[in-house]
């Protein structure tokens, strides 16, 4: 499938980036949708490199499927904003798993 958002990119970029899929050995909050990350669940560690400085994001799988199936590019904690922005007939949810698209579907009811 290809890619149908192309989200925010303020223009930095980073020295070094890392991406790691781990257990959580205890509970912690996405990134993205601020759910919780349960103990025992995989969830994403992403850490990046920024004039000389680190910043680490943790996104839950969900958020993380969501993300690599329908956007070409994304700023952490951006992606339920840059989702809101489109037009829900634009976006193909067919290969998604159905907990991503409840997902989707969800947020989008809230936002009526």
């Known amino acids: ?24 050995r205890k509970a912690y909050k996405c990134g993205e949708c601020q759910e919780e990350i349960k103990q025992g669940e995989e969830y994403e560690v992403s850490g990046q490199l920024y004039d000389g400085e680190w910043t680490t994001f943790k996104t839950c799988s969900l958020c993380v499927e ?3 199936k ?4 994304w ?3 951006c992606m339920w904003e840059s989702l809101a922005e489109e037009n829900v007939f634009t ?10 698209v ?7 009811k809230d936002l009526k």
Request: proline share 2%.
């Open 102 to 108: 409840e997902k989707i579907e969800a947020f989008w």
């Open 66 to 68: 969501i993300r690599d």
């Open 75 to 77: 700023v952490y904690g």
């Open 91 to 100: 976006i193909s949810l067919a290969d998604l798993s159905a907990p991503a």
């Open 1 to 24: 499938m290809t890619c149908q958002i192309n989200a925010c990119n303020f223009g930095e970029y980073c020295t070094f980036e890392s991406h790691r899929v781990v257990r959580a």
């Open 70 to 73: 329908v956007f070409c590019s």
